[in-house]
């Protein structure tokens, strides 16, 4: 079983929808970060976050550190918000990164 | 503010051929990584360095080398490539080791053939 775990793999929604992508974890954190990749792109840093929620325009963080999980959200999707999204966390004390396989959103308008 | 740049973004390589990858930041970060990423593999830590002077390995570390140059710069040398490195690689960097965002320059895509 990996530390790291994104549901769902694949998302396919219509423009306009509420998208949620979970991440699920097994180890002791200080950290988890979303990030975004567009196809054939680099890689950008949406948030940061060790408890509670964070909010950037359509896009929202929320973390639970008890359940160790946490969900992205986006409000009013949008075909530019196609995608591939990966979850990482930061273990308590360590220096390295682990990453979530990714979860690819594509909006469809 | 350039954050993280990487060269080359394109290379094809022979097997058997050497090549440098080379990262540089421009944020005084101490840690700075190399990733590979593979189809359905995820990213994967070749190497990573927590602060000047000093290299560390990470999952993959074999068929490759490092050398942190200065605070600002950590390259990524292949000595003699093969056909299994052909990935696309991401140099990053974070200000500290932990409870920092972490930057990612725009990656670098090498085929070996």
């Known amino acids: 079983k990996n530390e790291v775990e994104q549901s769902p793999q694949n998302l396919t929604a219509q423009e306009g929808e509420f998208i949620t992508i979970n991440c699920s974890y097994s180890v002791g954190i200080s950290a988890l970060h979303w990030l975004q990749q567009h196809p054939g792109g680099g890689i950008v840093s949406l948030f940061m976050l060790s408890s509670g929620k964070k909010k950037h325009g359509r896009l929202i963080a929320t973390i639970n550190i008890q359940e160790k999980h946490s969900s992205l959200h986006i409000t009013a999707s949008h075909p530019r918000d196609s995608a591939v999204y990966i979850c990482?966390?930061?273990?308590?004390?360590?220096?390295?990164?682990?990453f979530g396989q990714g979860t690819r959103l594509t909006i469809n308008p | 503010n350039a954050g993280v740049t990487q060269t080359p973004k394109f290379q094809v390589l022979k097997t058997g051929q050497s090549m440098t990858l080379q990262c540089a930041q421009d944020m005084n970060h101490n840690s700075m990584y190399w990733y590979r990423q593979d189809p359905g593999m995820g990213l994967r830590l070749i190497y990573y360095s927590a602060s000047e002077g000093t290299t560390d390995k990470g999952e993959v570390p074999n068929g490759y080398n490092v050398s942190r140059l200065n605070k600002r710069e950590f390259s990524l040398r292949l000595e003699s490539a093969a056909p299994s490195q052909t990935s696309v690689y991401f140099c990053a960097s974070r200000r500290t080791q932990t409870g920092n965002t972490i930057y990612f320059g725009e990656g670098s895509w090498l085929t070996v053939v």
């Open positions: 990482a966390v930061s273990g308590q004390g360590a220096q390295k990164l682990v």
